[in-house]
Nanobody, 114 residues
Framework: QVQLVESGGGLVQPGGSLRLSCAASGSGFSIYAMAWARQAPGKQREFVATISSGGMTNYVDSVKGRFNISRDNAKNTVYLQMNSLKPEDTAVYYC????????WGKGTLVTVSS
């Protein structure tokens, strides 16, 4: 069993940056593929960034070149560095372990607005 707690969300102006963190408790963090997903109002949840247990990363096209996912297995933590934020990045961001049917955090709200 894995518990995930996100932090780092907030209000930021367009063009700004935020770093989200996800702290995992429980066993086996290092073996799980980890991901960040988001859900904007009225839209379906979508995966935006994934990182394998070996550190391979993948991004949805809309965030490529702006977002960076990383993990620190010693700290049981995964990060999402978000740069050049746009209003359309506004959403609740969720941390995920082990895929869609795995484990989810409760989310942290990111609002990009002037």
């Amino acid at each position: 069993q894995v518990q995930l707690v996100e932090s780092g969300g907030g209000l930021v102006q367009p063009g700004g940056s935020l770093r989200l963190s996800c702290a995992a408790s429980g066993s086996g963090f290092s073996i799980y593929a980890m991901a960040w997903a988001r859900q904007a109002p009225g839209k379906q949840r979508e995966f935006v960034a994934t990182i394998s247990s070996g550190g391979m990363t993948n991004y949805v096209d809309s965030v490529k070149g702006r977002f960076n996912i990383s993990r620190d297995n010693a700290k049981n933590t995964v990060y999402l560095q978000m740069n050049s934020l746009k209003p359309e990045d506004t959403a609740v961001y969720y941390c995920n372990a082990d895929g869609h049917y795995g484990y989810w955090g409760k989310g942290t709200l990111v609002t990009v607005s002037s």
